[in-house]
């Protein structure tokens, strides 16, 4: 089971300076649905906001920086972005230096700020500009995805107190979704021959899951804030792909996917298809919730794999 978070941190104590904020301040109309309405959560990616929107039920509003398709790895914040912040009662990261862009963002704010990767013991990068730091991507594993789950109802407990045993028990209920989606993905991958469990993607983003699920995980470059599709890079790929006859590679829907249709072109293989990591789709699209992605992408990968 997830251990507990310990009780959220404060970071800084800074108030948001008038020269940060000049210019874009919120009318008193703006600020008053914060002042008197819900506790306004802000999260930096649509994933945990869905995520924090499955505990938190209607007992909280919750708002993620990036939209919908963004890459969130080299974001810029706006200054939009940085008034939503200080008007916000709780912020959510990934951590395990996943946006690196908002450590100083949160620097210069004075609210509440947890990240949802505390607990989880990372596995390291193993090559390019990042090699040795944490592969920030732990929630595409529904297993860590539990810990997420674990940190979010500690945070919205100490937000909300009154309504702390809701969150415990949504949490609960939500982590056992996880848990069974978890022996569901590890069902559907041991049809697959094991010469045939190897997983070639775009970015390394799947290490945790590969893990879980006992995959040999390539890829192109390691993180998307590393330099991405160089001839070296497709070269290792294509000897990659046809040192063990993988039968198809994948690529993320939030980045180009032309050098990895070059290695399919090269090796044989075939694309698979695409892959969401650091994004959701819009809601009527194949994966707007968390549960959703993670199922997608597995029945996505088991079909490439599979497929003559």
Not at 54 to 71: F, L, M, N, P, R
Not at 126 to 134: F, H, I, L, N, Q
Not at 223 to 248: F, H, K, M, W, Y
């Amino acid at each position: 089971m997830p251990k507990a978070l310990p009780r959220m941190r404060l970071l800084g104590a800074a108030a948001v300076t008038v020269a940060l904020l000049s210019g874009c301040a919120a009318t008193p109309s703006e600020t008053e649905p914060a002042e008197v309405g819900k506790p306004q959560v802000l999260t930096t990616f649509t994933v945990i906001a869905d995520m924090v929107r499955a505990v938190g039920g209607d007992a909280v509003e919750v708002e993620s920086i990036t939209k919908v398709g963004a890459e969130i790895h080299g974001y810029e914040p706006t200054p939009s972005d940085l008034r939503n912040a200080a008007s916000a009662d709780l912020i959510l990261d990934n951590g395990l230096g996943l946006e690196r862009w908002f450590e100083q963002f949160v620097e210069r704010i004075d609210v509440p700020h947890v990240v949802l990767s505390d607990g989880i013991e990372p596995i390291d990068i193993a090559g390019g500009d990042y090699e040795g730091r944490p592969n920030p991507h732990a929630w595409m594993s529904p297993v860590a995805g539990q810990q997420y789950v674990a940190n979010i109802a500690v945070a919205l407990g100490d937000l909300v107190p009154e309504r702390a045993a809701e969150f415990d028990a949504a949490a609960a209920e939500y982590s056992a979704q996880l848990a069974d989606l978890a022996a569901e993905l590890e069902a559907a991958i041991e049809q697959l021959p094991e010469e045939r469990r190897v997983l070639v993607t775009c970015e390394g983003a799947f290490s945790y899951l590969a893990r879980d699920l006992g995959l040999t995980e390539g890829y192109l470059w390691p993180v998307n804030s590393d330099t991405q599709g160089t001839p070296q890079q497709v070269r290792a790929a294509i000897q990659l792909v046809e040192e063990r006859e993988v039968p198809a590679v994948f690529c993320e829907t939030t980045v180009n996917d032309g050098a990895m249709r070059q290695v399919a072109s090269e090796s044989g293989a075939r694309f698979g298809g695409n892959l969401y990591v650091d994004s959701l789709s819009e809601p009527g699209g194949p994966v707007p919730s968390y549960l959703d992605l993670l199922r997608h992408d597995i029945d996505v990968i088991v079909e490439g794999l599979t497929s003559e």
